[in-house]
């Protein structure tokens, strides 16, 4: 397969994966959050682009899937935390359908993580603490824009911002949209995925259980 000119022929972009063995899949640990926060800490210090940015996907109420990628903002206690309105897309289609979808693409180092679980907007305090550290420009442009609706030009949209700046002017505290929100991701399951030679990924699936996580290895 080629783009229109020809120039590029998608098979060369195959690439090998590391072909060496450490024995991973054997030294497993019982809880999930364990080595998903090893692995997280391994895409910073590896230098990943936002290594905190994650596909989220999630599905409308006629069951459509949709995806994006947003920002986790957190992590403990079994679930992810990131913010958005609840105006937007996927707020509309989480208050409709809270069960979501969640990766992590660490490329450069080979990985990625993928979890499913339930989302539901997280405790008003924890909201209300993030948006205070938000930088000042980032909270007023939450209050120009309407996240997910039809926009007639850019430079409307920009003239909301301007009006919101000197709406502001002045005012220390920029205080949060009432359509602004924090989310959480209860994971209920959680799947890593690591490149190996010959295509013959490494895969292991923590699945919650009222006793706690199971894990099984499955094929690549």
């Not at 098979?11 to 364990?34: G, K, N």
């Not at 809270?98 to 499913?116: G, K, Y």
């Not at 359509?179 to 690591?194: I, L, N, Q």
Request: negative net charge.
């Amino acid at each position: 397969m080629t783009v229109d000119d020809g120039t590029l022929n998608l098979a060369d972009l195959r690439r090998q994966y590391a072909s060496d063995s450490d024995a991973w899949l054997e030294r497993l640990p019982a809880d999930p959050w364990e080595e998903f926060a090893r692995w997280f800490a391994l895409a910073h210090g590896s230098h990943v682009t936002e290594p905190n940015a994650m596909v989220l996907a999630t599905a409308s109420p006629e069951g459509a899937p949709l995806v994006r990628t947003v920002l986790m903002k957190g992590f403990e206690a079994g679930e992810v935390y990131f913010f958005s309105q609840r105006v937007s897309r996927k707020g509309r289609h989480i208050a409709a359908n809270p069960s979501v979808a969640l990766l992590f693409p660490w490329h450069p180092i080979e990985r990625q993580v993928a979890m499913t679980g339930v989302c539901t907007e997280a405790d008003p305090a924890l909201t209300e603490h993030y948006f205070a550290e938000r930088p000042r420009l980032s909270r007023i442009a939450a209050w120009a824009s309407e996240q997910s609706s039809p926009l007639a030009s850019y430079a409307e949209l920009d003239e909301r911002f301007h009006a919101e700046l000197a709406r502001h002017e002045g005012i220390d505290e920029v205080s949060l949209p009432p359509r602004w929100t924090g989310y959480r991701v209860r994971v209920t399951s959680m799947e890593f995925w690591r490149g190996k030679a010959n295509r013959l990924h490494e895969r292991a699936i923590y699945r919650e259980t009222p006793d706690g996580w199971s894990v099984e290895l499955l094929n690549p």
